[in-house]
Nanobody, 125 residues
Framework: QVHLVESGGRLVQPGGSLRLSCAASGSIFSNYAMGWFRQAPGKERAHVAAISWNGDETYYTDSVKGRFSISRDDTENTVYLQMNSLKPEDTAVYYC??????????????????WGQGTQVTVSS
């Protein structure tokens, strides 16, 4: 099982940008599809973005399309989430996740195999 550690969350003003990082260790990173989820207070955890094991496929939830971008660097065993034009409704704890199932499977479920501990993103003036 892969170990995941997120970083980069902080307080940012509306309209600002932030890049989250998720460092993986303990397994072969390139075997995994990688994803970002978020959970706002009082709400269920929701899928934000995902990238396939080879980077050829990506997924974004509708509310972040055109604003967020997911990428991966297999030489660094790291997945990134670039977040632009941030809105207060983007405020949440952001979680990194990894899964070895086919991409078409993992984008249709929240039950991924491995999870990080989360990083807080707060968008507020």
């Amino acid at each position: 099982q892969v170990h995941l550690v997120e970083s980069g969350g902080r307080l940012v003003q509306p309209g600002g940008s932030l890049r989250l990082s998720c460092a993986a260790s303990g397994s072969i990173f390139s075997n995994y599809a990688m994803g970002w989820f978020r959970q706002a207070p009082g709400k269920e955890r929701a899928h934000v973005a995902a990238i396939s094991w080879n980077g050829d496929e990506t997924y974004y939830t509708d509310s972040v399309k055109g604003r967020f971008s997911i990428s991966r660097d297999d030489t660094e065993n790291t997945v990134y989430l670039q977040m632009n034009s941030l809105k207060p409704e983007d405020t949440a704890v952001y979680y990194c996740a990894a899964d070895t199932h086919p991409f078409w499977v993992v984008v249709s479920t929240k039950n991924w195999e491995s999870w990080g501990q989360g990083t807080q993103v707060t968008v507020s003036s």
